[in-house]
């Protein structure tokens, strides 16, 4: 069945500090590939997604690459904020109906 | 334009309790997924849901358990007999096709219920 697989956190950051998530994944087929944010006490937001093969999802200066022949899809952001301190899903979908595989999540602690 | 609303936002319940958890979609979506995350846990699936019909209800337990989606009317999650096992936040999560390459989900705010 499918699978995701994240880093283990919390992942404890300084302000402006460049930020590596990694994702790898098992799955059926050619998934499309996706990053979740979950801040305290709120439900998840889509942060950005990935359809097929060398894609690369990008949004709010987060970025991740689809990358089939290691089966990954890692999130980087170049500097990050206290404001970024949440809880990050790496998810994906085989297609059809079938439902979204999440990860375990990786907290984020982004200190000033 | 609201997004996915769920309520209660909170609920606890003593033992033996029923919850029932509420989902309202987003305006044009057809589609409910109901997910359990449980304390310093990823999400798990429960069931997935169109108007009337219960697609996919693989990751739901067999017994306690239960949800709907009617032709009017939110979303409903039915838990019966309620344990402390069951203390977890609810999440509703709606998209207006199938969860593939155009759609990400649009989540609620979840419910936390706390059995006591």
């Known amino acids: 069945g499918d699978s995701v697989t994240q880093m283990e956190g919390p992942v404890t950051l300084s302000e402006e500090a460049f930020l590596t998530i990694n994702c790898t994944y098992t799955?059926?087929?050619?998934?499309?590939l996706f990053w979740y944010v979950q801040y305290p006490g709120e439900g998840l937001q889509l942060l950005l997604k990935?359809?097929?093969?060398?894609d690369k999802g990008s949004n709010k200066g987060f970025e991740a690459t689809y990358r089939k022949e290691t089966t990954s899809f890692h999130l980087e952001k170049g500097s990050v904020q206290v404001s970024d301190s949440a809880v990050y899903f790496c998810a994906l979908n085989s297609g059809g109906y079938q439902k979204v595989t999440f990860g375990t999540g990786t907290k984020l602690q982004v200190i000033p | 334009n609201a997004g996915v609303m769920q309520n209660p936002r909170h609920l606890v319940r003593r033992r033996g309790q029923e919850a029932r958890l509420r989902c309202s979609p987003m305006k044009g979506h057809s589609h409910v997924y109901w997910y359990r995350q449980l304390p310093e846990e990823g999400l798990k699936f429960m069931v997935y849901?169109?108007?009337?019909?219960?697609?996919?209800e693989s990751g739901m337990p067999k017994e306690r358990f239960s949800a709907e989606f009617p032709k009017e009317g939110p979303s409903i999650l039915r838990i019966q007999q309620v344990v402390r096992g069951d203390s977890a936040a609810y999440f509703c999560a709606s998209s207006p096709g199938v969860a593939g390459a155009d759609y990400g989900y649009t989540f609620g705010s979840g419910t936390r219920l706390t059995v006591v």
């Open positions: 849901l169109q108007k009337e019909n219960i697609i996919d």
């Open positions: 799955a059926t087929g050619y998934p499309s």
């Open positions: 990935a359809t097929k093969a060398d």
